[in-house]
């Protein structure tokens, strides 16, 4: 399961939509059992509207605060600008950790789309979003 407030699922659209025309990113700091504590954003260092790529400054400060407040960097989200919130072939083959919650934000339609995935050995799979 994955639990989101929605304060939280308004962070993570807000940056998507910021980085326009690029996809937007970030991480998502939590407990185990997949609730968000909360949301990091991210400049995207691919600088593209097709791929993302989380800073690496972004990422080290996530594990070390994670570590510090007994947390786990559990997932990563990020933006699609104009196809479906589902993992692209690109997506999963980046997907560095079986654990973690894979969550997109689709910017092709008002109101935005926002959905979790867990990518395992390459199989997809949607989990619910409890806000």
């Given at each position: 399961?994955?639990?989101?407030?929605?304060?939280?699922?308004?962070?993570?659209?807000?940056?998507?939509?910021?980085?326009?025309?690029?996809?937007?990113?970030?991480?998502?700091?939590?407990?185990?059992?997949?609730?968000?504590t909360?949301?990091?954003?991210s400049?995207?260092?691919?600088?593209?509207?097709?791929?993302?790529?989380?800073?690496?400054?972004?990422?080290?400060?996530?594990?070390?605060?994670?570590?510090?407040?007994?947390?786990?960097?559990?997932?990563?989200?990020?933006?699609?600008?104009?196809?479906?919130?589902?993992?692209?072939?690109?997506?999963?083959?980046?997907?560095?950790?079986?654990?973690?919650?894979?969550?997109?934000?689709?910017?092709?339609?008002?109101?935005?789309?926002?959905?979790?995935?867990h990518?395992?050995?390459?199989?997809?799979?949607?989990?619910?979003?409890?806000?």
């Amino acid at each position: 399961m994955f639990t989101l407030r929605s304060d939280q699922r308004d962070a993570i659209v807000a940056t998507c939509i910021r980085a326009l025309p690029n996809e937007g990113c970030g991480l998502l700091l939590g407990r185990p059992d997949g609730t968000v504590t909360e949301v990091l954003a991210s400049p995207n260092v691919a600088d593209s509207a097709k791929l993302y790529e989380v800073d690496s400054r972004v990422l080290l400060r996530a594990y070390r605060r994670s570590e510090e407040e007994g947390l786990s960097v559990i997932g990563v989200f990020h933006s699609h600008t104009h196809s479906a919130a589902y993992p692209s072939p690109t997506d999963v083959a980046q997907a560095p950790d079986p654990t973690w919650h894979y969550v997109l934000v689709s910017l092709r339609d008002v109101p935005t789309s926002i959905r979790s995935f867990h990518v395992i050995d390459g199989e997809i799979d949607e989990e619910e979003i409890c806000l």
